[in-house]
């Protein structure tokens, strides 16, 4: 109950080079305000309603992020940024992903045997990330039983 309140988002600087890769039109921003968050996150009422304001106070900034492109994997890290409070969201990953085993060069591991490699990874994930909420890229393949372990032991 200690974070009850809390966001709970990972977010750090833009690791991908700005020209190359338009995402956001971050190399429009200022070097401060270019960021990235993860795509799937936890946020508290009073961060909703920042980003709410946000996007009607600073249309025009809100929509040079959007026309971007990924702009949902910046635009909230950038508006809590904005607002001062970023700070306070808890800097953590909310969902187990497997970017080391890809589906494709963009998208990450699909889960979909629950192979012994599958479970192992998303054990140890599932223990070194307190914050992990949910076990992303899941096919319908994957074996119910396995995610009744993890979900009740």
Not at 31 to 48: C, G, M, S, T, V
Not at 52 to 71: D, E, M, Q, T, W
Request: some cysteine.
């Amino acid at each position: 109950m200690k974070n009850h309140d809390k966001s709970i988002m990972g977010w750090k600087p833009a690791w991908w080079n700005l020209e190359l890769h338009k995402r956001a039109n971050l190399r429009l921003l200022a070097p401060e305000f270019r960021l990235a968050n993860e795509p799937w996150f936890i946020l508290n009422k009073q961060d909703i309603n920042r980003c709410i304001l946000y996007s009607k106070v600073n249309r025009n900034i809100f929509k040079l992020i959007c026309n971007g492109g990924l702009a949902n994997e910046s635009i909230f890290a950038i508006i809590l940024y904005s607002m001062g409070t970023l700070g306070d969201v808890i800097n953590e990953i909310t969902h187990c992903v497997d970017w080391n085993r890809r589906s494709s060069p963009t998208s990450p591991y699909v889960f979909k045997h629950g192979t012994p490699q599958d479970v192992e990874y998303i054990h140890k994930f599932i223990k070194e990330n307190k914050y992990t909420m949910f076990l992303r890229k899941v096919s319908p393949e994957f074996p119910d039983e396995i995610l009744f372990r993890f979900l009740y032991q």
